[in-house]
């Protein structure tokens, strides 16, 4: 295999992965789009953070995040608190529910993904553990707030 032929490899199966990961976040929580999952570990992560910093982090309009946030906030997943340094400005958090759901959703996923791995030899594992990190490194993927 080339070098093109391989990138063209790797196009074809990450849109298919990506796909597969739509389509199962969907089955594991129906509420709970890949993007509002996402969002949510995000916030979990930072222990909070304003939608603005979500649109930035994950190099997203802010429309869309704003969409997600205004779904997330109904659902009850995520709540708005005053940040204590500066009263102008509000800060997204999880509730309690939201993270009930994202331990529910991790989990699931979690064990998705050792069902479907659970045949692979722990080489395999720990080199395709290494090139996803090594991917998803690259400074252009996504900004990053280190």
């Not at 389509?23 to 509002?36: D, F, K, W, Y």
């Not at 993904?113 to 030899?121: G, I, M, T």
Request: glycine share 4%; hydrophobic share 40%; proline share 3%.
């Amino acid at each position: 295999m080339t070098a093109t032929e391989a990138v063209e490899s790797i196009h074809r199966e990450m849109t298919v992965f990506a796909r597969r990961a739509r389509a199962s976040a969907g089955r594991i929580h129906p509420e709970l789009s890949l993007v509002s999952y996402t969002l949510l570990g995000h916030l979990e992560e930072r222990d909070g953070c304003r939608a603005t910093d979500l649109a930035a982090h994950y190099a997203l309009d802010k429309s869309t995040v704003s969409r997600q946030v205004a779904a997330l906030e109904r659902a009850g997943l995520i709540e708005r608190r005053v940040d204590p340094q500066d009263h102008r400005v509000q800060v997204l958090h999880l509730t309690d529910a939201g993270r009930g759901i994202l331990l529910q959703v991790t989990q699931s996923r979690r064990a998705a993904f050792r069902e479907r791995l659970a045949q692979w030899p722990e080489q395999d594992l720990e080199r395709f553990a290494g090139y996803l990190e090594r991917y998803n490194a690259w400074p252009a993927s996504l900004p990053t707030d280190d």
